[in-house]
């Protein structure tokens, strides 16, 4: 009985850990199912994330004696930018921005930053708040002024400076704000490809307005409805106006994806002009108080230019007539060839081989078989050994009868 007790003890010492053991194996998918959980819940950002860069502040704490009364305001929405013109900015692909109030010596600076996917967009808005008429300054890509406000671009910013008063030494503290914005890199940071369309003579540089759909269009002054230009198809418009001597004219130029579109939106506008009061919608102001004898449509590949203005008829045609569409041809680097395009070499390589071989030793084999033949038929012997009748004969008659005589002969012993 001592002996079973003993037995039975060391069994359910044995067991404990087993079971325990099993129990914890049970419990491991429950933990496993939560940590999965936790996982999906709060994924692990990726190496492309982990390696992109933060975006640069776009306004320092102080600049040129100038000090921030409060830390920069960061702007990520462009009903905080502009509110009236928030439709606008979104058209142009406003990223985001920052706003800072400065003070120096009793005067104040406000300063605003826009900034925007890329260098398009940041020349269409410059374009969209300058107007017409305001001086050109020297500052990052492009800048203009008007009293006491200095608007400027440079890459994907715009900059919009307010002084409480304008000094002497402004310009150079905006150039010094310029040197210290982040620049895109790469096509980012190249200005829109329309602009090479314009012609350059009699052209007023401070008059272009760049334009990516219906609200950024109609607030820059636009010569054609919105609806008329066809925003909705990928169109971009540039508009300027050019110094001819009978007067100034205004040259738009609407850019769309294909030739296709461009023909079908030049004979809309076309019917839309020749409408005159009875077009629908009715003429915008630009139009109205245009020479209707001076307006003209012209088109040339995707671009679909228009002349309005006061100037006479004939410069209204020489200024169209000079805006042509050239396309540029780049060459395309070759891929690099594919496992099947080794293969087919390779299969094609060996057959060239052994055709070179088979021509090769058919042409051997004439040759030997010829040189034989020849030289057999110039010693007097047939050309093929096959006809010749070297066989070595026995004459073996005589032998065999002499041979069958002594066999019949009678025995002497008899």
């Not at 704490?61 to 990520?76: F, H, L, Q, R």
């Not at 671009?153 to 402004?170: E, Q, R, T």
Request: glycine share 8%; proline share 8%; charged share 20%.
């Amino acid at each position: 009985m001592r002996w079973m007790s003993v037995v039975a003890c060391s069994l359910a010492l044995l067991a404990g850990p087993v079971i325990c053991q099993a129990q914890g194996t049970a419990s491991n998918p429950a933990v496993k199912s939560k940590a999965a959980e936790k996982s999906k819940a709060a994924p692990k950002p990726t190496e492309a994330e982990k390696a992109a860069p933060a975006p640069a502040a776009l306004l320092p704490d102080a600049i040129a004696g100038w000090v921030a009364a409060e830390p920069a305001k960061k702007i990520t929405d462009a009903a905080q930018a502009d509110p009236a013109n928030a439709a606008a900015l979104k058209e142009y692909d406003f990223s985001d921005g920052m706003t800072a109030d400065y003070k120096r010596s009793g005067e104040t600076l406000n300063l605003r930053a826009l900034r925007f996917r890329d260098a398009s967009g940041a020349y269409g808005a410059y374009t969209f708040y300058r107007q017409n008429g305001w001086p050109k300054e020297s500052i990052g890509s492009g800048a203009t002024s008007d009293h006491n406000r200095v608007l400027f671009w440079l890459g994907n910013i715009v900059v919009d400076a307010n002084f409480s008063k304008i000094g002497p030494m402004s310009g150079s503290e905006m150039r010094e704000l310029a040197a210290g914005l982040p620049k895109p890199l790469g096509p980012n940071a190249l200005p829109p490809p329309i602009l090479g369309n314009l012609p350059k003579d009699s052209l007023d540089g401070q008059t272009t307005h760049y334009a990516l759909g219906p609200a950024g269009y109609v607030g820059s002054g636009g010569v054609l409805p919105p609806e008329v230009v066809g925003f909705d198809r990928g169109a971009e418009v540039v508009t300027a106006t050019y110094t001819l001597r009978s007067g100034p004219a205004t040259l738009t130029i609407i850019d769309y994806p294909t030739p296709q579109m461009a023909t079908a939106q030049e004979a809309r506008i076309r019917d839309y002009i020749k409408a005159g009061n009875q077009a629908n919608p009715a003429w915008p102001k630009p139009l109205q108080d245009s020479d209707p004898a001076s307006v003209e449509v012209r088109r040339s590949g995707p671009l679909v230019a228009l002349v309005s203005g006061d100037a006479i008829p004939d410069e209204s045609h020489k200024l169209l007539a000079t805006v042509h569409f050239e396309v540029e041809l780049t060459s395309v680097p070759q891929p690099m060839e594919s496992e099947v395009a080794k293969t087919s070499q390779l299969l094609l390589g060996i057959a060239a081989l052994v055709i070179v071989g088979a021509s090769a030793a058919i042409l051997l084999g004439f040759f030997l078989g010829g040189g034989r033949a020849l030289y057999r038929v110039a010693h007097g012997k047939p050309a093929s050994a096959v006809y010749e009748e070297e066989f070595i004969s026995l004459d073996l008659q005589e032998e065999r009868i002499d041979s069958v005589g002594s066999v019949d002969s009678p025995s002497p012993k008899r």
